[in-house]
């Protein structure tokens, strides 16, 4: 499943932590982005704000070709148990950006963190995927609740891209070129948190407080375009609306509800 991938060594390092291991964060990620469907919405939905069961953030769509880059910066939010959930157990999401996956489901060129709490104590992983291939974690950058991190993924063509995470605490950064066999169609760029899947079903949600990007901005090979030329996804699960997203010039702003 991984294609010409240039950085596997993330995925081979043995990680030293025990909850939960790269290897089981690799396998439950690997097996929501090869298993199920994306978010799909219609060229002429793409203007609409909606409800999604996996996808709460902003996103812009276009035509084919459009977008190159990403970038949002956010800061490491903290984590609860959900009101009326067993305070023992495990709760999580991601927050990323990324080109493509609402309007175009072939590929998806995305960054970020996962984010688990477990027992009271909360975790912080960051990542690169390009969809349908599995995620790659950054095991030695190792992030707290309140760091400020930006978040930058770029398409060099629709195979091909970059990838950096930086720690605005400390200006230390990860960065990655890489190469994978899943076209992208750069119609979509997105500032999300997600609901992940693991095997057949969602992580049950953390409580992740408010996920604030800000410098959100997306570039096409000529011109910088703001969230606000875009809509809203929204969290709904069994009818129970789970978020609240706005959006502003250089802000996508997603809080638990
Ligand atoms: C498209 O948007 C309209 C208006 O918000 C909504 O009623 C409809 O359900 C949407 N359709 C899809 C497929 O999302
Ligand atoms: C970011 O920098 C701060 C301050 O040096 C440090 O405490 C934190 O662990 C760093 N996080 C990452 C992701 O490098
Ligand atoms: C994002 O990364 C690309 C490729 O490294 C770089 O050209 C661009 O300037 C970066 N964007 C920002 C806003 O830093």
Not at 32 to 41: E, Q
Not at 182 to 192: F, K, M, S, T, V
Not at 220 to 230: E, F, I, L, Q, R
Not at 233 to 239: F, T
Request: include cysteine; charged fraction near 15%.
């Amino acid at each position: 499943m991984f294609v010409g991938t240039l950085f596997v060594q993330a995925l081979l390092a043995v990680s030293a932590l025990a909850f939960p291991s790269s290897r089981e964060r690799f396998e439950r990620r690997a097996a929501t982005r090869n298993g199920k469907p994306r978010p799909l919405l219609s060229h002429s939905n793409a203007t609409h704000d909606t409800y999604d069961e996996t996808w709460a953030g902003g996103i812009i769509s276009s035509n084919a070709g459009t977008y190159k880059s990403v970038v949002g910066t956010f800061t490491a939010p903290p984590l609860s148990v959900p009101p009326g959930s067993s305070s023992s157990g495990e709760y999580a999401t991601s927050a990323w950006v990324g080109i493509d996956g609402a309007t175009c489901q072939t590929a998806i060129w995305q960054a970020g963190i996962d984010m688990y709490i477990k027992d009271g104590s909360a975790s912080y992983y960051p990542w690169y995927e390009w969809y349908p291939a599995g995620s790659v974690y950054y095991d030695d950058l190792t992030v707290s609740e309140g760091d400020s991190l930006t978040v930058n993924v770029t398409a060099t063509s629709t195979t091909t891209g970059t990838v950096t995470i930086k720690n605005n605490s400390n200006g230390q950064s990860k960065s990655s070129t890489v190469s994978y066999n899943y076209p992208l169609c750069e119609q979509d760029a997105e500032w999300i948190v997600e609901d992940f899947y693991y095997g057949d079903s969602t992580v049950h949600l953390v409580d992740w407080n408010t996920v604030a990007f800000t410098d959100a901005v997306a570039k096409t090979s000529s011109k910088s375009v703001a969230p606000t030329s875009g809509y809203t996804y929204d969290l709904e699960q069994s009818g129970k609306i789970l978020s609240s997203t706005t959006l502003g010039s250089s802000t996508v702003t997603i809080k638990y509800v």
